[in-house]
């Protein structure tokens, strides 16, 4: 049972440079999520989703686009990048059943933008 | 608009020693409340929830947390750490709708043998 699943780890980007961030899980949760974790600042949530088709803006969402085709797929898009955008970036998803909103996280993408 | 403040950011106890962690929140409607532990390089773990009913929790790895509503907090508590417990805790609120959670700006414990 893979939970939620991230790729790359790690990664490197010059400024201007554009990627995807891969996000999939295999819970059949219908809500998905992408936060950022900067130091002392806790996690902001960049955009969500609460099924294929859906997305939303969260907290912070300049500078990212999401895409959700499919139930298990949540993937983060990062069009010319900036040194603002250096973070680590978690995934995570989640089933709520009535409010019950217990969200399961990925292991998080490390992001440097030089 | 909801949110979540842990006034500590580090905390160092020594291993054995009871352990308490704060965390107030500000949210207009009765709140759903969760600890997270990250331990390093790691995703974020749930410890225990709160929605409704005993405000005493348990959680696990012997965590507990207490619902205080007239203080706007929702505490984490240990008796006795070990070692292991170092890591980064983080308080959380979640909304009505079922569809976000705020996070506290997080807690890094040390535990010094």
């Known amino acids: 049972n893979a939970g939620v699943t991230q790729t790359p780890k790690f990664r490197i980007l010059k400024i201007g440079q554009s990627m995807t961030l891969q996000c999939t899980q295999d819970m059949n949760h219908n809500y998905m999520y992408w936060y950022r974790q900067d130091p002392g600042m806790g996690l902001k949530l960049i955009y969500y989703s609460v099924g294929a088709g859906i997305t939303d803006k969260g907290e912070v969402p300049n500078g990212y686009n999401v895409s959700r085709s499919t139930t298990e797929d949540f993937p983060l898009r990062l069009e010319l990048a900036a040194p603002s955008q250096t973070s680590v970036y978690f995934c995570?998803?989640?089933?709520?059943?009535?409010?019950?909103?217990?969200?399961?996280f990925g292991q998080g993408t490390r992001l440097t933008v030089v | 608009a909801q949110s979540v403040t842990q006034p500590d950011i580090h905390i160092t106890v020594s291993e054995g020693a009871s352990l308490e962690l704060r965390c107030n929140y500000s949210?207009?409607?009765?709140?759903?409340l969760f600890w997270y532990v990250q331990s390093p390089g790691q995703g974020l773990q749930l410890l225990l929830k709160y929605f409704s009913g005993d405000t005493l929790v348990q959680g696990i790895k012997g965590f507990e947390a207490e619902f205080k509503r007239s203080q706007s907090s929702f505490n984490l508590r240990k008796p006795s750490v070990h070692w292991s417990d170092a890591a980064e805790y983080f308080c959380?609120?979640?909304?009505?709708?079922?569809?976000?959670?705020?996070f506290g700006g997080g807690t890094r414990l040390m535990v010094k043998p």
């Open positions: 949210y207009g409607a009765t709140p759903y």
């Open positions: 959380a609120v979640g909304n009505n709708a079922g569809n976000m959670l705020t």
């Open positions: 995570a998803s989640s089933f709520p059943q009535g409010k019950n909103t217990e969200a399961f």
